[in-house]
């Protein structure tokens, strides 16, 4: 096969960036606001999001590496623990992780655009959204690769640009403090903050999303690794940045409860002519985002159908070698939820769900060394395995307080879980052609 049967390591930490940068940052603040108005307690919520990201990236590296092949989780946990565990997150990653992802990310693009043209729907803006990108990434991988790349390019410079501008022309910045305070330490201990954290941990939400393309990668045990550390960090700077840009700019009263907060922030920087100049800069931030999602998501249904006669269809793929058919199946999905589901909800339960995918894959980690004690590792976890601990201690705590707050959400991820176990049952009465 030629390089251009892969995708580029650049392709793959610019797909990572973009399936980070998205809907989260741009839309959590204001419910966040709601019941945490310290600065220093703000933005820590993004430097723990951060640094459970990461260690859960590193975790990945290795897995990714020893484990090279498409598909994420459903790799991972079918070869670790058990096919069905696998068939059971392929599923949730299906269903909620990338076509509820997809759903809300089209829904602030509609809702950025139309807040610049009120007469525009932003259903309408979400739905011809993903319809045209579905199509540009059934294609090709060199057309989806090179949309990919160049737009998330753009991205990172309109962020940059946006918070050099709002910080540069701001004329009265906001008097909150981002110095620690009396009180800021019981905050951060509270229930509160691991609320709060299931919204930064949706926005960190795309960290692992190169080890959906394992298999389309070049050399992908010994850039996998590279791909995943690098990405996360450029998005955790990137983070920090944003919300400071936005608690400076802004008063917290015109934030708290929000949903298009970066409108607002420049609104209050630039006027309203400006705001809708940025409205439209940052409808454009989310086209990277939507497209990183409808790229590797598919991926996940791909393997599915290859090893599942029942989901064959799922496996097929056109020309050149572009899993179509289930490109096609996850944007189906992400139309439903953009039709049907509120913008919270969807966020709630799936940032739920997709942490207890990731949660049981890391602790994965220890038990493939346990029982492949000799397997050949190309890259082994960095500050192991302290680094895993860290990402099971801190997904682990913010998952107990979300169950015990909002238990609807909970129960509705429980009840996707479920629903997998029985289309896993109903699918090995197939026979299952491997794994």
């Known amino acids: 096969m030629s390089r251009k049967d892969f995708f580029s390591p650049a392709t793959a930490t610019s797909v990572v960036i973009a399936n980070m940068v998205g809907t989260g940052v741009f839309t959590s603040l204001g419910f966040q606001l709601l019941d945490i108005q310290s600065g220093f307690v703000l933005l820590m919520l993004w430097v723990v999001g951060g640094v459970t990201a990461c260690c859960g990236a590193l975790s990945y590296a290795e897995l990714g590496a020893t484990l090279p092949r498409s598909g994420g989780e459903y790799n991972f946990l079918g070869r670790i623990y058990h096919p069905a565990a696998g068939f059971i997150s392929g599923w949730v990653s299906s269903t909620i992780g990338f076509s509820a992802p997809v759903a809300l990310t089209a829904i602030t693009f509609g809702t950025y655009l139309a807040s610049v043209f009120p007469e525009l729907s932003p259903k309408w803006l979400a739905l011809a959204l993903i319809l045209i990108l579905t199509f540009i990434h059934a294609s090709s991988r060199h057309n989806s690769g090179s949309f990919q790349r160049i737009f998330t390019a753009i991205k990172l410079l309109l962020i940059i640009l946006f918070c050099l501008i709002a910080l540069i022309m701001v004329k009265e910045p906001t008097t909150l403090s981002f110095m620690p305070k009396s009180g800021d330490a019981a905050l951060i201990t509270s229930g509160a903050f691991a609320i709060a954290l299931i919204y930064v941990n949706y926005a960190y939400t795309g960290w692992n999303a190169a080890t959906y393309l394992s298999s389309e990668l070049e050399q992908p045990q010994k850039s996998l690794p590279k791909v995943l550390g690098y990405g996360t960090l450029v998005v955790m700077v990137l983070y920090l940045a944003l919300n400071f840009t936005f608690l ?67 496996g097929k793929t056109n020309k050149n070698g572009v899993p179509t058919m289930a490109i096609y199946c996850q944007s189906i999905l992400a139309l439903l939820f953009v039709v049907n589901s509120s913008f919270q909800q969807i966020m709630i339960f799936a940032s739920f769900t997709l942490g207890l995918n990731t949660l049981l894959a890391v602790l994965g980690l220890f038990v493939l060394r346990w029982q492949l004690p000799n397997i ?60």
């Open 376 to 435: 050949e590792r190309p890259y082994k976890t960095f500050g192991y395995p302290v680094t895993p601990i860290i990402y099971i201690t801190l997904m682990g705590w913010t998952l107990i307080y979300t169950a015990i707050n909002k238990p609807v959400e909970a129960l509705f991820a429980l009840g996707i879980i479920v629903t997998g176990l029985l289309m896993y049952f109903i699918s090995i009465r197939f026979q299952p052609i491997q794994g």
């Open 248 to 314: 400076r700019v802004a008063p917290v009263d015109a934030l708290s409860g929000q949903l298009d907060i970066g409108y607002i922030a420049a609104q209050h920087v630039l006027g309203d002519i400006g705001a809708a100049i940025m409205g439209i800069v940052l409808a454009l931030l989310l086209i990277s985002t939507v497209s990183a999602m409808i790229l590797s998501g598919p991926r996940v249904l791909h393997v599915i159908g290859q090893d599942y006669p029942l989901f064959k269809l799922l």
